[in-house]
């Protein structure tokens, strides 16, 4: 097999994943405007979060995070990698046909264990339809992250990184439809999800088939390699259920607050721009990676491959995270401020922005450090870790909510980002010299601090000039540009001077992705 070659992975997964975040702008901008932050939107944004967090649960997480790796290291030592894979969707093709069925019945309480202040509301009955519509994505959406782990462990990362572009690009269009047709905008979307997570798989097999990974449903069988895939997974499981406990508590606190689901959904979407572009790339290219190393016996190679994901995602995260906590409101006011989202949404958005942005660098950093366990199929303590993030987040959004409001759920979840990174750290010391930071991370972390700092004070002086033409009409979106392209010039241009890296590093990377 030929090695992942690391940067150019993280471009292309990077590069797909912007746009993908860049076509769900525009489709939370069309909500925003069409449905504001009122009772149909919050129904919709609850109903299409519970596939989602199945999703993470099934797809991205728990299972993923032990197949990918078994996956990995049979295409290394040449066994039968495409059986394993066939058993392997046949078995979570199972399980989520069964949860579907069940989840049709059991929508009442998923809804109100999500959003407990929708109660003897007009958003519980909608959220309970939706939630009906929607949930059959987790099974396409699931098979189709089973189909993408198969093609990253091979190096090929367009097609997977590529899908989400399509749910967006679907909900996009459907909207405009939707608004010219005169149909009902949130059963649009509802009916949207599913059509899209079709779509998506069907991209995906596709590509695997051609890849030479043709997987078909087949009789369900229990073979000592999926035995072992779900002893590996349940702790797993359990880590990604303690992670959507996290999101439960965020939503409940929320839902007491008129509006706030909203405002939290549109600022976690603008921080999940960074994270996706940069956190979510390293992730699916490192674990791969890393457990192709490790059969290898390949410990100086895993060390770098660390080093440099690290590195990258500071590099790009930090300074989105100053940006993020300087100039929140222009963003947001941008970005979404007109039909039914009024000044006051902005203003609630734009604070829970700031609070994200705060969290961001740990949010990547996870994606850097769970790999080092996630590869070496150690899946026990990145759950004992996350109950303890748990507690600090339930502790902190619980809490504080009766003294500082809605903003508590944000807080909790920034507060417990830095506490599960600061956990996975001190538990990856037990793995030595695989998992040290070389010279050259120490030396560069510092002076890309140094360079974000600086930026921020530029994007500051630069907001406060702009600021009458970020409020005057269409020229607001070339004003927000002038700043946005102001800020990069600022940071790379002080990055490259101060040696947090090399401008022709990125140069290199961009020139191998075309």
């Known amino acids: 097999m030929q090695p992942i070659r690391l940067v150019k992975g993280f471009v292309t997964v990077g590069v797909w994943t912007f746009v993908s975040r860049i076509v769900g702008f525009v489709r939370d901008i069309l909500i925003a405007a069409y449905l504001g932050a009122g009772p149909v939107a919050e129904a919709f944004l609850i109903a299409f979060s519970l596939p989602n967090m199945f999703r993470r649960f099934f797809a991205e997480g728990a299972f993923n995070m032990a197949f990918v790796p078994m996956f990995a290291k049979k295409l290394e030592g040449g066994d039968d990698a495409l059986d394993f894979a066939r058993d392997a969707c046949t078995g979570l093709a199972t399980i989520l046909i069964v949860l579907t069925l069940i989840a049709q019945v059991a929508m009442?309480?998923?809804?109100?264990?999500?959003?407990?202040?929708?109660?003897?509301?007009?958003?519980?009955?909608?959220?309970?339809?939706?939630?009906?519509?929607?949930?059959?994505?987790?099974?396409?959406?699931?098979?189709a992250a089973l189909l993408s782990g198969v093609l990253n462990a091979t190096g090929r990362f367009v097609a997977a990184a590529a899908a989400p572009v399509l749910l967006n690009l679907l909900f996009v269009l459907a909207m405009v439809a939707a608004h010219r047709i005169g149909w009902p905008i949130g059963d649009t979307l509802a009916w949207t999800v599913p059509v899209a997570g079709i779509a998506q798989l069907a991209l995906v097999w596709v590509a695997a088939s051609r890849a030479g990974f043709r997987l078909t449903i087949r009789r369900?069988?229990?073979?000592?390699?999926?035995?072992?895939?779900?002893?590996?997974?349940?702790?797993?499981?359990?880590?990604?259920?303690?992670?959507?406990?996290?999101?439960?508590?965020?939503?409940?606190?929320?839902?007491?607050?008129?509006?706030?689901?909203?405002?939290?959904?549109?600022?976690?979407r603008l921080y999940q721009l960074p994270l996706g572009v940069v956190g979510i790339a390293i992730g699916v290219v490192l674990l791969p990676d890393l457990s192709r190393r490790l059969r290898a016996e390949d410990t100086n190679g895993g060390r770098d491959a660390f080093n440099r994901a690290g590195e990258m995602a500071l590099a790009l995260t930090v300074p989105a995270a100053v940006a993020l906590a300087v100039i929140p409101g222009a963003i947001v006011g941008v970005l979404f401020q007109r039909g039914a989202f009024d000044a006051a949404d902005a203003a609630a958005t734009a604070l829970a922005v700031a609070v994200y942005g705060a969290g961001l660098p740990a949010f990547v950093m996870q994606k850097?450090?769970?790999?080092?366990?996630?590869?070496?199929?150690?899946?026990?303590?990145?759950?004992?870790?996350?109950?303890?993030?748990?507690?600090?987040?339930?502790?902190?959004?619980?809490?504080?909510?009766?003294?500082?409001?809605?903003?508590?759920?944000?807080?909790?979840?920034?507060?417990?980002?830095?506490?599960?990174?600061?956990?996975?750290?001190?538990?990856?010391r037990r793995y030595g010299a695989a998992a040290t930071?070389?010279?050259?991370?120490?030396?560069r972390i510092w002076r890309i601090l140094a360079a974000?700092?600086?930026?921020?004070?530029?994007?500051?002086?630069?907001?406060?000039?702009?600021?009458?033409?970020?409020?005057?009409?269409?020229?607001?979106?070339?004003?927000?540009?002038g700043l946005v392209g102001i800020g990069m010039v600022a940071y790379f241009g002080a990055?490259?001077?101060?040696?947090?890296?090399?401008?022709?590093?990125?140069?290199?990377?961009?020139?191998?992705?075309?």
């Open 108 to 143: 009442p309480f998923l809804v109100l264990a999500m959003a407990g202040g929708f109660v003897a509301d007009e958003r519980f009955d909608m959220a309970v339809l939706y939630g009906r519509i929607a949930f059959p994505y987790i099974l396409f959406i699931s098979l």
């Open 220 to 268: 369900p069988r229990m073979t000592p390699e999926l035995k072992r895939l779900a002893i590996i997974a349940a702790p797993a499981a359990l880590a990604g259920g303690v992670v959507q406990v996290n999101l439960l508590i965020g939503r409940q606190v929320a839902s007491f607050f008129e509006g706030a689901v909203a405002w939290l959904s549109y600022a976690d």
């Open 368 to 428: 850097v450090l769970q790999p080092l366990f996630f590869a070496r199929e150690d899946t026990r303590r990145p759950f004992y870790y996350a109950l303890w993030a748990l507690v600090v987040n339930a502790g902190l959004a619980i809490g504080l909510a009766p003294f500082i409001g809605y903003i508590a759920a944000a807080w909790g979840t920034t507060l417990a980002g830095w506490a599960m990174v600061g956990l996975l750290w001190a538990g990856s």
């Open 437 to 443: 930071l070389d010279s050259r991370f120490r030396a």
């Open 452 to 481: 974000s700092a600086l930026m921020g004070v530029v994007l500051w002086a630069a907001a406060s000039a702009l600021a009458p033409w970020l409020e005057a009409g269409r020229i607001r979106y070339a004003a927000l540009a």
């Open 495 to 514: 990055g490259h001077l101060l040696g947090a890296f090399r401008l022709s590093e990125f140069r290199r990377a961009l020139s191998r992705q075309r």
